[in-house]
DNA sequence: CGATCGACTGGAAGCGCTTCCAATTTGCTA
DNA sequence: TAGCAAATTGGAAGCGCTTCCAGTCGATCG
């Protein structure tokens, strides 16, 4: 038994002579350098030789060495602890699609970085909330946060960490904040316009609309896109039933069946994200509606369901775990360079998803 | 704007006297002790007088002490990364709800205990897959791994992580496995029977299954259960139709399409997942059918999309994250120990979930 | 050609914690 | 009350890494 264990480790896995993964140290020696010099060629900081740098590097490729995390940040003093605040609305689903994706991208990401992450639960309509980011720093604990909607729309909050040179960078932020604090997203705009497009592209004019919640900056850019193509399509915005939702499936199932019961019944129904999307879908199949026939409608998002409910959701997808993975990196980068977040704005690329849930109208 | 900051930090957020956090040294300092008493205090060990660790512990309160996890485990020697291994089939689904859930569970639980986490992609069809996962050991940086099926089904790496010593816990394991390594997991057969005689009840009698992968344990308890319940109803195991599937919503979009199509259509459908139960939905769908009307579909896992869809899905709802969390708790208690792993499993709780889809069969 | 400067390099001091070991105290026994 | 073992405590040595500081060395300048 031992042998067989023996014999794997004699194979080189490992680093150094014993099967324990190779330190610095270990490397300095092969190398016949200093561990400084170690640590500076592997970090690749300034005044280091290429000769250096190249007998170094060697050496801990003969290792097989990875640089400890802990020991390096315990050394560096870095608190290394980021965190990913989630900010969920009251009355909003509690595992949404949206926010697992983002956790899931950033913590990934983190975990390449060698940071810790760590997620922070805060109310919505708590007053305090911006407080409680703040006391993250406060305490000592926290190196930076990301702030996913509805905190990158807070642009009180985003003066308050740039003032006190809190690092923080936020998904998919308003404008205002954009100004201030680096983030990552989409041209939620042009998504909203293109998508608006294809709807009028099938010949649709009685539309529908359902908005997320009010303020919400993507929600709102979403909006302005589909007005934007409204005008250019020469259509009055007025005859659009419009009705506002909290992005949540159940707001999606309450306001698809007003949308359905109203007097006016829209031929298509664009929806400002998929799980209201798939709520109006389930509200219309409970009133035995045709999807398209009876009325077309459209989302936001490509969450893992829409490609799965019947009809699958055109929709627009949206690239979350890459715009989390983004804001994480800009968010090691500035912790690191200790630098102030100057507002740098990564945009990530979307693209229109057509499945069968849009289709011209009957009539 | 520094004054404000001051101010907030003389407010007494933090731990010593400027606004970096507290370390064991002014845990020390306040209570008047030794370093190494406010450690053996602080992780409760054998030989501390009652009387210090009320004063450290009374220290550490004042200074709002938390312990440094990288110092700590950077001191202690021990490597705390765990991983949990992915490994899907090369032909399933990308990111399917159950690894989701499971990382997030793990990682929540993992953060927590102040352990690392890390994931590892092994292919399930790999012959050398078992080796992978004994090579994390043997690089020496990996403490513990997490093994969900198919993996937690494999006795032959079982019996090798046992015979090494190395820590691993088991999501869902077969016998075979849980006479060797601890797990968690629910019992899949009890729920198999039960979902199966909700089925019968409904006065269901001509009957579909959809398998999961062959020689996935939980698939295969589930559909013991559902013989059993057979069985007990007194009805003939061979005049069901049974098909194999691979978990994935493609497989059951499949299988559920031949089932529709084949001679003798069921008027209820029972797959051994929801993934594959909504695929077959969808294949209902698009042949038109009316569910619950023409056939009734029930699943398994209690996934986010399963009360979403149209109509909502009958399942036994599986408790995932929970699961997971308790998988790396127990893992973390092994690794803490050094003790080497028992064959403990530990049973969570399932419930079945009743919604729409299943109703009685329409003659 | 010697002083000066800059680019490199090595030595050493910790980061905050655990843990081994020696020193001290305590609780009893004789 | 002296004497000894057990219980407790303090001191100190690192864990593996970064980084400050001082030294080395070759090249440049007057």
Known sequence: ???????????????????????????????????????????????VSAKMRERVLR?????NYRANPQARSLASRASKALALINCPALDAEPNSYYFAALELGALRAAAIAGFELSTLNVDANDPRRGEKVIELFESGRTAGVILPPPLSDDAALAATLVERG????????SDAVRALLPGAGFDEQAAGKQI???VLAKGHSRLGYLLGIEGHFSAEKRFAGFLEALAEAGLDPDAVTVLRGDFSFRSGVELGQAMLDG???????ICANDDMAVGALFAAHRRHLVIPDDISIVGFDDAPISGRIWPPLTTVHQPIRRIAASALDQLVEIVLRGQPPRPRFETIGYHLVERESLAPPRD
Chains 1, 2 share one sequence.
């Not at 809190?166 to 932020?173: D, L, T």
């Not at 007097?263 to 129904?269: H, N, Q, S, W």
Request: aromatic share 2%.
């Open 1 to 47: 038994m031992r042998g067989v264990s023996n014999l794997n480790m004699a194979s080189g896995e490992g680093g150094a002579e014993s099967g324990r993964p190779a330190t610095i140290d270990d490397v300095a020696a092969l190398a016949g350098v200093a561990r400084a010099s170690v640590s500076r060629a592997l970090n690749d900081q300034a005044n």
């Open 59 to 63: 050496a801990a490729e003969a290792l």
């Open 166 to 173: 809190y690092p923080a960078v936020c998904i998919s932020p």
């Open 196 to 198: 608006a497009e294809r």
């Open 263 to 269: 007097a006016e019944r829209p031929t298509a129904l």
